[in-house]
């Protein structure tokens, strides 16, 4: 009864589904439900069934068996309107269940009411027809089993329609978002599917750039070098055209040069390269450009030397000797215009030199030089008179200067005044000097600055020039200023008695030579060869001039005996043994060309000058000795003048030096005995 009323109830609607009490069952997942059903291609596995009733002709054979809900068949039966011909109808089954069909015709207040009413029914993991089975299989063998509801149950069952309608709301708004999850997860796969595809394709495209790329390297390694050869880099053609000129711009002249070669090679081997046809005019449009600024450079720095107060060393080094490179590219490509600006810069550097060596010639002829001359030889008695405070005559005064002593003068030769005087030093002293270091500072400046500009032509001429070339050069440069210097020592000795002075300016133009020598600069051999014939002559003609002084002293004594005892009472100071003032200067003349004289060489003429000048005072002793009439104090007369240059002459060292001493000491020792 209560089951007619079940169907008296408001029937669900066509797409509703089903309300059963019992738990929720698989029974597609038992092995009784029949075949399983394969699940649609190309849907997620989370697809619900409930998703499908949308669509009549949805069939619940597309639908993954995980994902079917419970009681699916049911669901299926109102879909489709009408069951399948292999599934049971559910009615019959129900009818089956409680042992015939429901009783329609008997009131609802007559039914009686089932003792007892089983709210919880087991199925045991069976699905509804399964349990159908095993229930008729149960009743064959308990056929006095069955199964009794109470009314109570149809009321719980009202009661819990609310319940049930709110599920089935649930139940379709899960279906809504399990809608809108499937068609995510289907646009998701759709896009998955395009993006694998454009993996494939990228995958292929980088496997053909890898081949490309095997491929060109194999080609760049033949092809590399001859592209390499008959091409230039972009940045080298701007560089040579716009860039500044420093060491990136000698560098790219190289490259330009390497270019060339090959070009001109690969033209000698073959005439019909294209790729050479090609880049030949270009290289020689380059070329040119090159050259026309490598003139303009060189051109720059010449006018700069030109600049008044300006320092040659300065530029040489900075603007010419660093981009040596410049000018041997410049000889090569253009042979005329390097030699037009050689000779451009040798008119500019021998007006620079010559301008410069004129104003210091200038300076040093307003120094103060100590004046030597006729009055000072040896055998003067003027010099006597001026040297009488060497006398012991302290009343008589003293000359300025010593003509016969060497003193401090020695050492200039000794190398302790090594750099020359500039010019505002020389016009502000107002000390008084010797001659020669007025000759000293002139010389040793010019030596320097010859040596620097020898130093400089052979670095930054000598690709281009030959030797002999550059001595020429060198010459043209420095011939007006080595003329200036030999007039320079001309004008010092002239007119100078100064022995001494002119040895010793001998003495340092052999330091000179000797230092040009270590310096490796041959091409002023020449002009110091040229002061060496002015300074020897004119040290031959002092020393004669004192030799001939001590001549002319010895011919003025008296030389006969009566005449030399008329002295004798008439003048008794005459016959005192003490040295003579000529002996002092001799000595100390003698002493100071020895000292000068310490490494002379055999072939100078100063030892034969020493042996007239001793000669010529051995005979003025010989003399004065006569107007002693007393032996014995002859002898004493002769062994204290003697021993007094012996004396002096202690220190001096040289081959020279050791025969004097040796000749004199011999001398001494003859007249000791008789003394």
């Known amino acids: 009864m209560w089951l007619d009323r079940f169907h008296q109830s408001t029937p669900p609607p066509q797409n509703a589904r089903s309300y059963s009490p019992a738990p929720t069952r698989r029974p597609y997942l038992t092995p009784s439900s029949g075949p399983a059903l394969p699940p649609r291609p190309g849907f997620p596995p989370r697809s619900s069934s409930i998703t499908l009733l949308s669509s009549p002709a949805s069939s619940s054979s597309s639908l993954p068996p995980q994902a079917r809900l419970p009681n699916a068949s049911a669901l299926r039966f109102q879909v489709s309107g009408s069951p399948p011909p292999d599934v049971p109808d559910?009615?019959?089954?129900?009818?089956?269940?409680?042992?015939?069909?429901?009783?329609?015709?008997?009131?609802?207040?007559?039914?009686?009411?089932?003792?007892?009413?089983?709210?919880?029914?087991?199925?045991?993991?069976?699905?509804?027809?399964?349990?159908?089975?095993?229930?008729?299989?149960?009743?064959?063998?308990?056929?006095?089993?069955?199964?009794?509801?109470?009314?109570?149950?149809?009321?719980?069952?009202?009661?819990?329609?609310?319940?049930?309608?709110?599920?089935?709301?649930?139940?379709?708004?899960?279906?809504?978002?399990?809608?809108?999850?499937?068609?995510?997860?289907?646009?998701?796969?759709?896009?998955?599917?395009?993006?694998?595809?454009?993996i494939e394709t990228l995958q292929t495209r980088s496997t053909q750039l890898t081949t490309r790329l095997e491929n060109r390297k194999v080609v760049e390694k033949l092809l590399g070098p001859a592209v390499e050869e008959a091409s230039i880099s972009p940045a080298v053609v701007r560089k040579i055209a716009d860039g500044a000129i420093d060491e990136g711009f000698c560098?790219?002249?190289?490259?330009?040069?390497?270019?060339?070669?090959?070009?001109?090679?690969?033209?000698?081997?073959?005439?019909?390269?294209?790729?050479?046809?090609?880049?030949?005019?270009?290289?020689?449009?380059?070329?040119?450009?090159?050259?026309?600024?490598?003139?303009?450079?060189?051109?720059?720095?010449?006018?700069?030397?030109?600049?008044?107060?300006?320092?040659?060393?300065?530029?040489?080094?900075q603007g010419f000797l660093k981009f040596k490179e410049l000018y041997a590219f410049l000889a090569r490509h253009q042979e005329k215009l390097a030699n037009e600006l050689c000779q451009a810069y040798i008119n500019t550097m021998r007006w620079y030199y010559l301008n410069h060596f004129t104003r210091y010639n200038q300076a040093l002829n307003n120094l103060k030089l100590h004046v030597i001359d006729q009055h000072d030889t040896i055998g003067n008695e003027n010099a006597a008179k001026r040297g009488g405070a060497l006398l012991g005559n302290p009343k008589m005064p003293t000359a300025p200067h010593d003509a016969f002593s060497i003193g401090r003068r020695l050492d200039l030769l000794k190398g302790q005044h090594q750099n020359a005087l500039t010019s505002h030093v020389v016009e502000e002293n107002k000390s008084t000097h010797y001659l020669e270091v007025a000759f000293h500072t002139f010389n040793l400046a010019l030596?320097?600055?010859?040596?620097?500009?020898?130093?400089?032509?052979?670095?930054?001429?000598?690709?281009?020039?030959?030797?002999?070339?550059?001595?020429?050069?060198?010459?043209?440069?420095?011939?007006?200023?080595?003329?200036?210097?030999?007039?320079?020592?001309?004008?010092?000795?002239?007119?100078?008695?100064?022995?001494?002075?002119?040895?010793?300016?001998?003495?340092?133009?052999?330091?000179?030579?000797?230092?040009?020598?270590?310096?490796?600069?041959?091409?002023?051999?020449?002009?110091?060869?040229?002061?060496?014939?002015?300074l020897w002559p004119r040290f031959q003609l002092v020393m004669d001039a004192h030799c001939k002084s001590v001549q002319a002293l010895t011919s003025s004594l008296p030389g006969r005996p009566a005449a030399s005892s008329l002295l004798t009472s008439a003048a008794p100071a005459d016959q005192s043994t003490a040295p003579v003032a000529l002996t002092q200067r001799f000595a100390n003349f003698l002493h100071g060309v020895l000292k000068l004289s310490a490494e002379a060489a055999d072939d100078e003429p100063v030892s034969n000058s020493l042996a007239r000048l001793r000669s010529e005072y051995e005979a003025y002793l010989a003399k004065r000795c006569k107007s002693i009439a007393d032996q014995r104090k002859r002898e004493r007369f002769l062994f204290n003048n003697l021993s007094l240059v012996g004396t002096i002459l202690e220190g001096a060292e040289g081959r020279l030096a050791e025969d004097m001493m040796t000749h004199f000491r011999e001398a001494r020792d003859r007249h000791a005995d008789d003394s």
């Not at 007559?110 to 069976?126: C, R």
């Not at 070009?263 to 050259?291: C, F, G, I, Q, S």
């Open 251 to 317: 560098k790219a002249l190289q490259e330009l040069e390497k270019r060339s070669k090959t070009m001109n090679a690969r033209l000698t081997d073959d005439k019909n390269v294209k790729a050479v046809n090609d880049l030949k005019p270009l290289l020689e449009d380059l070329t040119k450009k090159a050259v026309e600024r490598v003139r303009d450079y060189i051109v720059a720095q010449i006018k700069a030397l030109r600049s008044p107060s300006i320092n040659a060393q300065i530029i040489q080094q």
């Open 447 to 534: 030596i320097d600055n010859a040596s620097f500009e020898y130093t400089f032509l052979t670095s930054y001429f000598s690709p281009a020039q030959s030797y002999h070339a550059l001595s020429r050069i060198f010459s043209q440069i420095w011939e007006p200023t080595f003329a200036l210097g030999q007039q320079l020592t001309k004008s010092l000795t002239d007119t100078s008695m100064d022995a001494l002075g002119v040895l010793l300016c001998v003495r340092l133009n052999q330091h000179f030579a000797f230092e040009l020598q270590r310096r490796k600069v041959p091409a002023v051999e020449g002009y110091v060869n040229a002061t060496n014939m002015l």
């Open 90 to 198: 559910p009615n019959k089954v129900l009818e089956l269940l409680f042992d015939g069909p429901p009783k329609r015709n008997a009131p609802e207040e007559s039914a009686e009411k089932p003792a007892e009413i089983v709210t919880d029914i087991d199925f045991g993991n069976l699905s509804l027809e399964a349990f159908a089975e095993a229930g008729r299989e149960q009743q064959s063998w308990q056929p006095s089993h069955v199964h009794t509801y109470s009314t109570e149950s149809v009321e719980e069952y009202d009661r819990a329609k609310d319940k049930f309608e709110d599920l089935h709301r649930s139940v379709t708004a899960c279906d809504e978002v399990l809608k809108s999850v499937e068609t995510y997860l289907t646009g998701f796969q759709a896009d998955l599917g395009a993006v694998s595809a454009e």
